[in-house]
């Protein structure tokens, strides 16, 4: 059979700009080149500044992955200067980290990834009564009536009457990989709208203890400028703890009973996606939620895993390792950057030089990160995999009914639907950290205790200092120099970085690349099936890369006051 290139550019439904360029021959994919289209160029700005303002401009990389940006941009300086961190602040930040990865992945499954299984044209042919009784089925949640299915019916009916579409437009209704009954797809379009207004519940959340989302305004070295005081309106105090308890419930209860029992549903009617899209078996993720003061322990832990093998799992204590420190690299072999060398990125370099796309060449502005030589995959799978490698108790317990449920074992987890299904537990699970998070500051803060900072000066001579962070998308990490109070040099190393990496200088591809490999594609014209899997991954290429002019033109310029 011919071969053929197809070229999906932009990919939609993710943050930032992504091409992907793939060999279909017959109805599989046989090649593929992930080529991230913009320039980020924030370690350029960065050079110059106060180490101790690098978080305000670090979590401006993207509009999306926000609080992820401020909360490593942080701990690289206090990972720099060894500063201990409050019992307070840090229950703070991971009640901001928590309910921030709850809102993205309430975001990701309904509102970026959900249209790739779901036809809502099919939903018009729905019987509400019937998908009520299905709805009914899988979850106790009081929305689920027929009342509310018509409605959203209806509705629906008058945007197709009207040609209006909106947001539902420009699918591929009718396509043949579509497989969903109508009242299945009318169940995940009722639930479409619904998260909207959850993934708000969750922002607000944030908002509370961040000051303003999706920026948040309260991190400093050594802690949060969340002044702490039961006694005061203008602080933290049982009002606002009682108002992010009520939020938090309220989302861990959809979460819970809406997008996880959807989730599920959905994974076992594609079953065969458990097949496809594996790629890159090598998993790195870091431990999270620090519950000491000098980040020495950890909730969740880190490792590392070589081929899907769990029983050798490489486990990863606290953000110092060296073995983490020390191993990775990032190669600029075929990204718009000088040189062809892998760099540490504490000697990292952000040399941009662009020429076309060159499928033998170079052909992104992404560099290829790798842990010990070789390209891994991050992200909620990986996380999921070395929890379960570990023993945790509530991961195991998911995966294992998750698996008797959908009648799938571990090694399908390595898959397209594997991934879905892995964020949709690590939401159950960041869910319920938020509220034990939230219990561990109030019980904290009346035992006495209601320091939520440490005064850290930043003194004259040269530090470096990494700081780790298991974000929503996966492990990412910024790297810092600073010399007599000023950088001198910043590289962020971010999730989608790892997973949209292009080929290295060995010629191994990226995560995305080596997941398309052998996927199916029904209809060269509309290859649903690409999309579904690079979607599986959640890409944000904004983190990974940001805007520039290929002839060196000004494009914009801001005046800060």
């Known amino acids: 059979m011919a071969t053929r290139t197809i070229t999906l550019d932009p990919i939609t439904r993710i943050e930032g700009h992504l091409r992907i360029d793939a060999e279909v021959n017959g109805d599989k994919v046989t090649n593929a080149w992930s080529s991230a289209q913009m320039w980020r160029g924030l370690e350029i700005i960065l050079k110059g500044k106060e180490p101790q303002d690098a978080w305000i401009f670090a979590q401006r990389i993207c509009g999306v992955c926000t609080t992820v940006h401020a909360i490593a941009s942080i701990r690289s300086v206090e990972n720099a200067l060894k500063a201990p961190v409050p019992l307070n602040a840090n229950y703070i930040r991971n009640i901001i980290i928590a309910q921030h990865a709850v809102q993205d992945h309430i975001v990701h499954f309904y509102h970026l990834s959900a249209l790739d299984w779901v036809d809502v044209l099919s939903a018009l042919k729905a019987d509400p009564n019937k998908t009520a009784q299905i709805a009914q089925s899988i979850s106790d949640w009081p929305g689920n009536s027929p009342t509310e299915f018509k409605a959203v019916q209806e509705k629906l009916k008058s945007f197709a009457a009207g040609g209006k579409l909106g947001i539902f437009s420009s699918g591929y209704w009718g396509h043949p990989a579509m497989k969903l009954p109508p009242e299945v797809n009318l169940m995940a379009v009722a639930h479409y709208l619904k998260a909207l207004d959850y993934q708000r519940k969750a922002a607000q959340a944030v908002a509370v203890l961040g000051g303003k989302n999706p920026h948040i305004q309260n991190l400093c070295v050594g802690g949060v400028a969340t002044a702490i005081n039961m006694d005061n309106l203008a602080t933290l105090n049982m009002e606002r703890l009682s ?34 899209g594996a790629g890159v078996t090598n998993y790195l993720a870091v431990p999270e939620f620090p519950e000491d003061t000098t980040s020495t322990k950890f909730s969740l832990p880190g490792g590392f895993i070589t081929q899907g093998d769990l029983e050798k799992t490489r486990f990863i204590k606290n953000h110092s390792d060296d073995y983490l420190v020390s191993n990775i690299q990032e190669s600029v072999a075929h990204a718009w950057y000088e040189g062809n060398s892998a760099l540490h990125p504490w000697q990292g370099e952000t040399k941009a030089v662009y020429s076309d796309f060159k499928a033998d060449g170079k052909y992104s502005w992404c560099k290829a990160p790798r842990f010990a030589n070789q390209p891994v995959q991050v992200g909620p799978l990986a996380q999921m995999l070395i929890c379960y490698a570990h023993g945790d108790v509530r991961v195991k317990k998911l995966v294992d009914e ?60 040269q530090f470096k200092g990494v700081g780790f962070h298991e974000a929503a998308r996966g492990t990412l990490s910024h790297w810092i120099v600073f010399k007599d109070k000023k950088i001198e040099n910043y590289q962020a190393v971010v999730p989608s970085t790892w997973n949209a990496s292009p080929r290295d200088e060995k010629g191994a591809m990226g995560p995305y690349e080596a997941s398309l490999v052998g996927n199916p594609v029904a209809d060269a014209e509309k290859p649903l099936e690409v999309v579904r899997t690079i979607h599986s991954f959640d890409p944000c290429i904004a983190c990974a890369v940001h805007a520039v002019d290929p002839e060196g033109r000004e494009i914009t310029k801001v005046k800060v006051l």
Not at 249 to 272: H, S
């Open 243 to 276: 108002l992010m308890r009520t939020l938090m419930e309220e989302t861990r209860d959809f979460v819970k009973q809406v997008y996880y029992p959807d989730l599920v549903a959905i994974a076992a009617a594609y079953k065969e996606w458990f097949s496809y």
């Open 402 to 461: 998750a698996n008797a449920k959908i009648g799938i074992s571990m090694k399908d987890h390595h898959s397209t639907m594997g991934r879905h299904l892995a964020r949709g537990i690590r939401a159950c699970l960041m869910a319920d950290y938020s509220l034990e998070q939230l219990d561990k500051l109030t019980a904290n803060i009346a035992s006495g205790d209601q320091t939520y900072a440490n005064r850290i000066e930043i003194p004259n001579g």
